[in-house]
């Protein structure tokens, strides 16, 4: 049963443009939606992370919007660069301390 | 500041061989550690976590085990190992406090042949 959902699972956007990932999910239970970066031969790096009672939380270029009502968040990132070229991943913690991961998006921004 | 570390990077191993991969962390007591697989161009799934020393859960029945011998060292094992067990394997570590970010070591890259 996949309980966290992302989309798209690849994504090209051109260097300055907005990279949009987005997940869902269905347990009301996480109370904690980290957003991790991939690059090949490596570990996910935590990149950016809200919990519930935000609707917003943003550092630097990368912004997570939080829709509680429609189980929904999403990250964007701006002015994506070359550099940003990596896997992503979305996740929800349940209140045990465990991940639940999506799929991973792959981006990849065009110089 | 904490630091956790895998090893061996890569490993070749033959069908039917044991299995020993590492995790320690440093700069830190008490955590909680992971057990991760990634297939390739795949998620993570989580194999096993444990909240102390001597307790380990595991989340998928499968050829793997796992053991925590000392507060900040955690063990993945086979005894004998499958084809299917080929993957990326990522060992991760989280205050042992609710909802806190796990962070990743940089993984080790099973191979079978």
């Known amino acids: 049963q996949q309980q966290v959902k992302q989309s798209p699972q690849s994504l090209i956007v051109q260097k300055g443009g907005i990279s949009i990932i987005n997940c869902a999910y269905e347990n009301t239970a996480f109370d904690y939606f980290p957003w991790y970066q991939q690059f090949p031969g490596k570990g996910p790096a935590l990149l950016i992370a809200i919990r519930p009672d935000v609707s917003e939380k943003k550092e630097g270029r990368f912004t997570i919007s939080f829709n509680k009502s429609a189980k929904q968040f999403s990250l964007h990132i701006m002015d994506s660069q070359p550099g940003d070229s990596a896997t992503y991943f979305c996740?929800?913690?349940?209140?045990?301390?465990?991940?639940?991961f999506g799929q991973g998006t792959t981006l990849q921004v065009k110089p | 500041s904490q630091t956790i570390h895998q090893w061996p990077a890569t490993l070749v191993q033959p069908v039917g061989s044991p299995l020993s991969l590492e995790c320690t962390v440093e700069?830190?007591?008490?955590?909680?550690l992971y057990w991760y697989r990634q297939a390739a161009g795949r998620g993570l799934q989580l194999l096993f976590y444990?909240?102390?020393?001597?307790?380990i859960s595991s989340e998928v029945p499968q050829n793997l085990s796992a053991s925590r011998p000392q507060d900040r060292q955690f063990i993945l094992s086979s005894k004998k190992l499958l084809l299917s067990d080929s993957g990326f394997y990522l060992c991760a570590w989280a205050p042992g406090v609710s909802n806190q970010p796990q962070h990743f070591g940089d993984g080790t890259r099973l191979s079978i042949l």
């Open positions: 700069g830190t007591s008490n955590p909680n």
């Open positions: 996740a929800a913690c349940e209140n045990t301390g465990k991940l639940i």
């Open positions: 444990s909240v102390g020393i001597g307790q």
